[in-house]
Nanobody, 115 residues
Framework: QVQLVESGGGLVQPGGSLRLSCAAS????????MFWYRQAPGKQREFVAV???????NYVDSVKGRFTLSRDNAKNTVYLQMNSLKPEDTAVYYC?????????WGQGTQVTVSL
């Protein structure tokens, strides 16, 4: 059974940090490119970051220099370190695993950046 379980969300003040985790099971994790997307209220889901099978990363411009995506293939987990958080980072964050012919999603974790 394929599972992607996100954790680490919460309420944080502007300028603060959070680390999101996505624990995967039920598929060959190390072969998958792993993504984070986010969806703010009233907005479409948007790409945040990706880490390839070879651990190359790419980020949406709005988070470059603030967010860092990493993966631990031994633990089947990806981590999104989010620093210098801004109110506009408030959203539900979703983990996504992609491989040709396969596309898996987690249930999401809420991140709220507010005073």
């Amino acid at each position: 059974q394929v599972q992607l379980v996100e954790s680490g969300g919460g309420l944080v003040q502007p300028g603060g940090s959070l680390r999101l985790s996505c624990a995967a099971s039920g598929f060959a994790f190390s072969s998958y490119n792993m993504f984070w997307y986010r969806q703010a209220p009233g907005k479409q889901r948007e790409f945040v970051a990706v880490i390839s099978r070879g651990s190359s990363t790419n980020y949406v411009d709005s988070v470059k220099g603030r967010f860092t995506l990493s993966r631990d293939n031994a633990k089947n987990t990806v981590y999104l370190q989010m620093n210098s958080l801004k109110p506009e980072d408030t959203a539900v964050y979703y983990c996504n695993a992609q491989f040709p012919g396969s596309d898996y999603w987690g249930q999401g974790t809420q991140v709220t950046v507010s005073l």
